[in-house]
């Protein structure tokens, strides 16, 4: 059953159309036309619907942009619609709209359900809607990378969690090995850094200062700078205060602010304001007395020290190298080394770190290579699975005796992971180099499809390998663009009749110029050109009875209305007719 089908799209000012509408349906719709008529635009547009690049040049000349919008009928639930709604589009009644404009500048915009959105988002809706075929896919299928890539698909669950698995592992490897590369090719670096380091902090600790001390320094020696001064200034102001005992008859401050307090006493219980002022004098002459004890004490305790002196300034000498050094004070010079320290203690630690961190990434490199040889284990399982299929689905394409296989081989790399007793290459997928061989005939050799294949072999190769995706991993719409190039007779029936099988259980729209190939499907679009050279609405149209017949004359024998071609024509319908 169909979950999602094509349903419209329309294509405005882009190559050769102008303005036209191509209108699709389930089953198989073939577009045909004569070469050169637009009818590889269909492909182009719907590329372009699906995230495929925006090339300018694809714009029509004279026009500012081109636009494609597509209808596609979507059903609830699937993954393109929830992955569409999650992105803010509205589903119109279970229909999904979808426009691409690509203007002349090169600037590209998207909407998908009235909401403008990256183009990003289209190209993911595309993994779930529609896989699209054409020449470069052909050419695709020739690179060992798309061969593996088609395997992984096929082998499906079987190889995405040992594969995630991988991954994960293939991660961490990679990380170890740069930290150890970068720790390794610094050894250098490192080993002059922690020299400096080392220097720094043994002047330091050489000199052991705490922080604060600079300070406390510059006060004591401005003081020992100063003594006599300081001495005799304070001898002074203690004689003012307390008297000079050599001058007995002197006056100082103490004995008359004493004096002054006696006077008071003696009144103030006559006034409570002269009470007051009474105790604050009391209160000078108090502390006029401790003053001057002090002044007595610091003058007895202050000598001149030249030998004190001279070791305070040797030593603020030795703090003043270090603060040009190592900081603008000692405090700055004492959180340096403790920032040194550390990083001191971890550049010491690194040996032991590269230590630890070779131990780990062997450690990984051996898991990494159990889970790469489990994922070859299962490559090799599919493989025979895959190429059995394909091989049955060339039978029915008339390669009756072509035999497909896959060479899954191994690079020697001695920087690589141990397998089987080789050290071999990995990288993000694992260690296998996929190859698809073809074996067109018996006693032909088995040869890579790139060699061995001719275009109209690779053209059914390529088709065997979607019908049995189909079957295992379904899209709900193909289209092929010259999917039976260099391909006739037959062979071309075949083509025919299995993408009409393809279509039971998928949209298929498949680009074609030939009638055998056309014959089968259920519905068949013209494109034609205009006399001016462009397609318009007008130039995509339905065929139908005769209208199908003459079509198919022309692709026959280039004549709409030979009678041979026609009896031709008719036979091959009901031919597939009878087939579907």
Known sequence: MVVSVLEEMRIRSLGVIDDAVVELSPGFTAVTGET??????VVTSLGLLLGGRADPALVRIGAKSAVVEGRIAVASGTSAAVRAEEAGAELDDGTLLISRTVSAEGRSRAHVGGRSVPVGLLAELADDLVAVHGQTDQQGLLRPARQRAALDRYAGAALSGPLADYTT?????????AELDELTTRARERAQEADLLRYGLDEIAGVEPHAGEDTELAAE??????????????????AALAGDPEDPEGVDATTLVAGAGRALDAVRAHDPALAALAERMGEISILLTDVSGELAGYADRLEADPLRLAAVEERRAA??????????????????????????????GDDDRIGDLAAERDTVRAELAGLA???TDVRTEAADRFAAAVTEELA??????????????QQDDPDGVGIDGRTVAYGPHGVDEVELLLAPHPGAPARPIAKGASGGELSRVMLAVEVVFAGTDPVPTYLFDEVDAGVGGKAAVEIGRRLAKLARSAQVVVVTHLPQVAAFADRQLLVEKTDDGTVTRSGVTVLEGEDRVRELSRMLAGQEDSQTARAHAEELLASARGDR
């Open 36 to 41: 050169g008529a637009g009818k590889t635009m």
């Open 169 to 177: 592992a293939y991660r961490r490897l990679r990380a170890l090995t």
């Open 221 to 238: 020696a401005e003081r020992l700078g100063h003594a006599e001064a300081l001495a005799s200034a304070a001898s002074a102001a203690h």
């Open 319 to 348: 703090l003043t190298a270090l603060t040009r050094k190592y900081g603008a004070d000692i405090a700055g010079v004492v959180a340096w080394a403790d920032k040194s320290a550390a990083r001191l203690t971890e550049l010491d």
């Open 373 to 375: 040889r489990r994922l």
């Open 396 to 409: 029915s394409l008339a390669m009756p005796h072509a035999r497909v296989s896959f060479a899954i081989r």
